[in-house]
């Protein structure tokens, strides 16, 4: 007999900007007399809110120029070749708000294939504006089984983002997909993604927060409840933020023997670094 172990068949997806590659792409506010009022990166966007009668430019989301002089992450880097090197057999798929696929499929797939060593599949190139998801804007264009999961009124109140994931899981789930990973650097769009666990009992959907300097991470400890916030990377994250939040930056090693010898390296914004037996934490002064 087989064991549920042996059926498991993974996938890990990145979200393309922010999570796999930082470009100088940006998205434009537009206002209503026409002319630009603001240009965000990827990362400022997944929070921006349009003022009266502005409206969102994307032209630098369908030039692949921009995307092929984009950095890759390293963070994510590490991760994806970590992950390898423990010889995963998971597929890999990419979701993308990009304009056209056309474009951005060949480019990603030979980047994998070049860095990684990964044969990206076509399909698994997840595209927000292609068909799989245009087509279900509208809560009664939903197959019958998803408008079942979730009847009346409780699909009408899902976001936008949970309907994408929706369409997402579904397709992923018709490939054999039981187990997926989301990368993403948007905690809206891992929160949206849940609603597969929910539409889908037979999925694992397991989100990771992609933030590779610490900055969301630490804010969000600053504005939390909790005094203390154990680092569970340890040594890994306190050189991130030592390196990046701390006046270490140019030699975060250095950082690191001093919070050793001590125990505590403060931070900005009434926090510290705290470090004893060998365990690391973020404390509140
Ligand atoms: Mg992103």
Known sequence: MKSPQSNRRSIHVFDLDDTLIQTEAKVRVIGPDGAQRLALTPAAFTTHVLGEGESYDFRDF???????????????R??????????????????????????????????????????????????????????YKDSSELPESLRETFSGRSFSK??????????????????????????????????????????????????????????????????????????????????LLLQHHSRYAENPEAGLRALQERGVVSLPGGVRLAYADGKYALEKK
Do not use: C, M
């Not at 369908?62 to 994510?76: D, E, K, P, S, W």
């Not at 997926?180 to 037979?202: C, H, T």
């Not at 969301?216 to 409840?225: C, I, K, S, T, V």
């Open 78 to 135: 590490t991760i994806l070749e970590t992950l390898l090197k423990r010889g995963t057999r998971s597929d890999f798929g990419i979701l993308t708000a990009r304009g056209d696929k056309r474009l951005h499929a060949p480019f990603l797939i030979r980047l994998f294939q070049g860095l990684f060593g990964i044969r990206l599949k076509n399909a698994l190139i997840f595209n927000l504006s292609d068909e799989r998801f245009l087509r």
């Open 158 to 239: 899902l976001s936008v983002p949970e309907r994408k994931a929706l369409v997402l899981g579904q397709d992923l789930a018709a490939r054999g997909y039981n187990d997926i990973s989301l990368f993403d650097d948007s905690r809206e769009n891992l929160a949206a993604f849940k609603v597969i666990g929910k539409a889908f009992p037979g999925i694992t959907y397991r989100p990771h927060f992609i933030d590779p300097n610490w900055t969301a991470r630490l804010q969000e400890f600053r504005n939390g409840d909790k005094p203390r916030k154990p680092l569970t990377s340890g040594r890994a994250s306190a050189l």
């Open 62 to 76: 369908g030039n692949v120029g921009i995307l092929a002089r984009g950095v890759l992450v390293g963070y994510t």
